[in-house]
């Protein structure tokens, strides 16, 4: 699968940061993870990626909102510790090292998030949402005045998510 292959490399640093996280990501959390470091570029990450998927080695899953999102499965990791002779030591270790260094950000960003959305000219939302495991245990959809109140609206979100939480349940159980 990997020896005469192109793309092995690319598919190799796709296992092994689906490998390090060891959770379900969203195509843009590994393009954000997979690209700073600079060796891989956005195309060939979404072949390695829909080649590993086909070949059976990462599975993609909707989460409840019908979002796609990508892990890692016995076959990948069985392939990751076959092939993985074939990545230069220095590229595996300074992704590795960048993996582990972003990993708990990554995972804060797919479980905890606000986006800002606009319907129609200018009306402004956000959508607030905790994930667990691809299922969504919250999922706030609110108006906002302009942009500028919906990035005021997602970085309180981002920042007191758990606290905004309890508060809204607090309200909805009073008596």
């Not at 829909?50 to 899953?61: F, M, Q, R, T």
């Not at 960048?98 to 606009?118: G, M, P, R, S, Y």
Request: aromatic residues 10%; glycine residues 4%.
């Amino acid at each position: 699968m990997f020896s005469q292959d192109l793309h092995a490399e690319d598919k190799l640093l796709l296992l092994l940061a689906l490998d390090i996280l060891d959770m379900p990501i969203t195509n843009i959390y590994i393009n954000d993870l997979l690209l700073e470091p600079g060796y891989m570029n956005y195309f060939n990450i979404q072949i390695a990626l829909n080649e590993l998927v086909d070949a059976g080695c990462v599975e993609k899953i909707p989460d409840s909102d019908g979002i796609p999102m990508y892990s890692i499965n016995k076959k990948g990791r069985d392939t990751f510790k076959e092939f993985s002779y074939l990545l230069p030591d220095g590229l595996s270790k300074r992704y590795e090292e960048h993996i582990e260094n972003n990993k708990d950000q990554v995972k804060k960003l797919v479980e905890i998030n606000a986006t800002v959305f606009t319907v129609g000219n200018n009306d402004y939302f956000v959508r607030c949402f905790v994930r667990d495991k691809g299922t969504y245990v919250v999922d706030l959809k609110l108006p906002a005045l302009d942009r500028e109140d919906a990035n005021r609206i997602c970085k309180k979100w981002k920042e007191n998510s758990s606290e905004i939480y309890a508060e809204i349940i607090k309200i909805l159980h009073k008596e």
